[in-house]
C-alpha cells in the first residue's frame, strides 16, 4: 500500500493552528496538533454571513452597486398606506450611512447602478394617492439626485437591471390595483424608450445583469418560478427557480451569473423564505439559506459578493452578505 508521501509527494504537516489563509490550502491535508484532529482545506459552494445594519428599514425599497459599494433607497412603512421614504443609505462593506433623500418618497422602485462608480438611477415606484404608479427617474452622482426624463409608463413594483446610462425597467403593475404589465422600458442617458414586452405580464419580480445580458425572475401572479433572458433586443425563457416566489432579492452582473434570495414561498404569500439560488445561464442550484427569512428588501452587488438587505424580517434592518466560494477547514473523520 502507497503512503501519503508517495502518494502526494509531501509529508503531513503538524501545525499548532489552522492556515490564516484558506483559499491557498483546498485540498491539503494537515493535522492541527492544538485540537489534535486532521484537517483538510475545503471550497465550498457560498456562504450568508452578517453585515453592518441599516439606519432606517427599507422595507420595499431599491438597491443597487457592489458588496462594498451599494446604495439603498426609499422604503415602506405599514398600514393604512406604505410610508415612501426619500431615505438613501450608501455601504461601504462595514457601515451604513445616509446620504442624500430622494426628491421623491417612493417604493417598490427599480434601479440601474453604475458600479463601481456612484451613479445610480431610480425609476417608477409607488406614490401616495392619488398617483399610486409613478413615472418620474432620478439620477444620483455621488452627491445629490436630480431628476430626469419619466418613464413612458408610470408603474410599480417593476425591476431595473443595468447602468446609468443603458438601464432597463421591466414589468411591474399599474394604479391602485394589481394590473400587471409586461411592458419593458430602456434608457439610453437621456429618455426612455419601449422595447420588446416580456413574454408574460408580471410584478414583483426580481432582476440582474446588464442591458444586453438581463435576466428577470419570480413574481406574481403568486408564485412564479419562470426566469426570462433579455440579451438588448429580445427575450427567452430561461431555466425555472426551484422554488416558486415573489417579492424575493436577487443581484448579479450578467444572465449566466445570477443570485435569487428571501422572497414569499408557499404555502402562503406571506412565508418568508431562506432559500438562495445560483443561476449559471442555463439552471437554478440552490446553495446555502439566508440566516433569517426575509421578503420585499433589495439585493446589490454580484453572484461571488451579494448583499441581502432589509426587507419584511424579524430584524428588517439587517444586512446579510453573500461570499462565494467560502473556504473552510473541515476536520476528517473516519469510520
Not at 391602485?176 to 422600458?185: D, F, G, K, Q
Request: hydrophobic fraction near 30%; glycine fraction near 16%.
Amino acid at each position: 500500500m502507497g503512503t501519503y508521501k508517495g502518494i502526494q509527494g509531501y509529508m503531513v504537516e503538524s501545525l499548532a493552528s489552522d492556515p490564516g489563509t484558506l483559499s491557498e490550502v483546498v485540498g491539503k491535508l494537515w493535522y492541527n496538533s492544538a485540537s489534535n484532529v486532521w484537517k483538510i482545506g475545503k471550497e465550498g459552494s457560498g456562504a450568508w454571513s452578517s453585515g453592518g445594519d441599516t439606519n432606517s428599514p427599507h422595507y420595499r425599497s431599491a438597491a443597487g452597486g457592489t458588496q462594498t459599494a451599494a446604495l439603498a433607497f426609499g422604503s415602506g412603512g405599514t398600514a393604512p398606506y406604505p410610508v415612501n421614504r426619500q431615505n438613501v443609505e450608501s455601504y461601504d462593506g462595514a457601515t451604513w450611512t445616509e446620504v442624500a433623500d430622494l426628491n421623491t418618497g417612493r417604493l417598490v422602485a427599480g434601479s440601474a447602478q453604475q458600479a463601481p462608480a456612484p451613479t445610480s438611477l431610480a425609476m417608477g415606484g409607488d406614490t401616495p394617492p392619488p398617483t399610486f404608479t409613478n413615472v418620474e427617474t432620478e439620477l444620483y452622482d455621488g452627491t445629490c439626485w436630480t431628476e430626469v426624463n419619466d418613464l413612458n409608463t408610470g408603474r410599480k413594483d417593476a425591476c431595473g437591471f443595468g447602468i446609468s446610462t443603458a438601464g432597463v425597467m421591466a414589468g411591474g403593475a399599474v394604479g391602485p390595483s394589481t394590473s400587471m404589465l409586461a411592458s419593458v422600458e430602456e434608457y439610453n442617458g437621456s429618455c426612455w424608450t419601449e422595447v420588446t414586452a416580456m413574454p408574460t405580464a408580471t410584478s414583483e419580480l426580481d432582476a440582474a445583469g446588464i442591458e444586453t445580458s438581463g435576466l428577470v425572475f419570480g413574481g406574481s401572479p403568486y408564485p412564479i418560478a419562470s426566469t426570462y433572458e433579455y440579451n438588448g433586443t429580445g427575450w427567452t425563457d430561461g431555466g425555472d427557480l426551484n422554488t416558486a416566489r415573489g417579492a424575493g432579492m436577487g443581484c448579479g452582473a450578467t444572465q449566466t451569473a445570477a443570485l435569487c434570495f428571501g422572497g414569499e414561498t408557499p404555502p402562503t404569500p406571506t412565508n418568508q423564505s431562506v432559500k438562495t439560488e445560483l443561476y449559471n445561464g442555463t439552471c437554478w442550484t440552490e446553495v446555502a439559506d439566508l440566516a433569517t427569512g426575509r421578503n420585499s428588501g433589495c439585493g446589490a452587488g454580484t453572484s461571488t459578493g451579494g448583499l441581502c438587505i432589509s426587507g419584511a424580517a424579524p430584524d428588517d434592518a439587517a444586512t446579510e452578505e453573500w461570499d462565494s466560494p467560502n473556504y473552510e477547514a473541515a476536520t476528517v473523520t473516519t469510520s
